[in-house]
């Protein structure tokens, strides 16, 4: 069998390019090479933070469309919301009950916003954090543990919280005294993929500084013209590489657009060129995208049908691990 990948999309945001090349690409390559993958929509996980319900509706149709427009098959991948699998709720409590307190106090998202009340001079060290932030990586090791993960495909920040799903997984395991759940891996993705954003720094919107997927027309060109350039005149030579213009140009271009457009570069191209340039190529790549995308948000039905179908199977494959989990702590026969 395949090894079988998971990973979760916490809709807090709109897509941006930076999504697209940093997580949707590579996870949609590793489906066409064949392994058994499952990516759900972790929108409980959202409601840590997101907390205005229409956002959270209109976000999470958001990011299933982009999945769907940029080639996810449905057939192929699992595709699910995570609060469509209620057997994941019930595997976390049960998890909650083999994971030591002091692994969720070590948890990095939780001590960084710990960390900044207390550079904030916060009387409370814990303001603002609810139980659901606190628990977390609880929450995530279900997600995981449930379906007999062999790969998890994360970045950086996230690799601490497959190792806990790991930890959990392997004392219940010996507490019971079988292989009960299987131990997944988390698998790092390459950083050379990430995408600057229009300030220069990591496209991410936390830092307000995205191109949005969708953005299009007069809208799209508004956004690219805050990308931050410096005051070479346009007949100066310029590297390519230390371009923010042309790193994002990049990361949708063919290859061969890329050298020519690199070409530009070094035989010296005004700012308002290169911008013009990647908004074309922008509407050239992500035209058709868009256009899938938009007949999926004009019909969210459509959208919920999907979810729901990937749901059905996933559910199967979480009822069964549950159920080996309630016999082997006890509670059922
Ligand atoms: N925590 C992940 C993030 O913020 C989202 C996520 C939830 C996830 N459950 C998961 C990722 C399970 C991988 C596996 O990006």
Redesign the pocket.
Known sequence: MPPRV?????P?GSPHVGNLLGAIRPALRLAEQGLDAMY?I?DY?ALTTVQDPKALRELTYEVAATWLAMGLDPDRVQFYR?SDIPEIFELAWVLACFTSKGWMNKAHAYKAIVAANEGGGEADADAGINVGIYT?PI??AA??LAFD?DL????K??VQ??EI?RDIAQRLNHICGSEVLRLPQAKLEDNSAIVPGLDGRKMSKSYDNTIPLFAAGKQLKKIINRIVTDSTPPEVPKDPETSTIFQIYRAVASPDDTRAFADRFRAGIGWGDAKNALFERLEAELGDTRSRYDALMADPSKIDALLAQGATRARKTARATLDRVRKAIGISR
């Open positions: 998971l990973t979760g999309i916490k807090t759900f972790a996980h995570q977390y929450l995530m997600d995981i993960i998890v495909p994360v970045g920040d996230q919280h497959v799903a």
